[in-house]
């Protein structure tokens, strides 16, 4: 990850998250924060592309704790969502 890092301050690239949407599924003690990641770099337009972040946050010993961290370009993975998406039929692959 440092390596990133030291690219993006390289290449002088500005990124940031704008956050639309947050939700909490209970089922799944998910959180859900989905928005826009922008970067744009000196000499560049901006891209735009949405994002979604995934989190399951406990509390250990009063402190909070990430318990898991996933990151996807699409909307959230709630479970009414994905229910919808493997109920419809698959395409045949040729």
């Known amino acids: 990850m440092s390596d990133q890092i030291k690219a993006i301050k390289m290449d002088r690239v500005a990124i940031s998250f704008t956050p639309r949407h947050v939700d909490y599924e209970a089922e799944t003690n998910k959180v859900f924060v989905s928005g826009e990641l922008k970067s744009q770099g000196p000499s560049s337009k901006p891209d735009v592309k949405p994002r979604t972040y995934e989190?399951?946050?406990?509390?250990?010993?009063?402190?909070p704790r990430l318990e898991?961290?996933?990151?996807?370009?699409?909307?959230?993975?709630?479970?009414?969502?994905?229910?919808?998406?493997?109920?419809?039929?698959?395409?045949?692959?040729?």
Do not use: C, G, M, W
């Not at 959230?76 to 109920?87: E, F, M, V, Y």
């Open 68 to 94: 898991y961290i996933d990151v996807y370009p699409d909307s959230p993975r709630t479970l009414a969502r994905l229910k919808i998406t493997h109920a419809q039929p698959q395409e045949a692959k040729p």
């Open 55 to 63: 989190f399951i946050i406990a509390i250990k010993n009063y402190r």
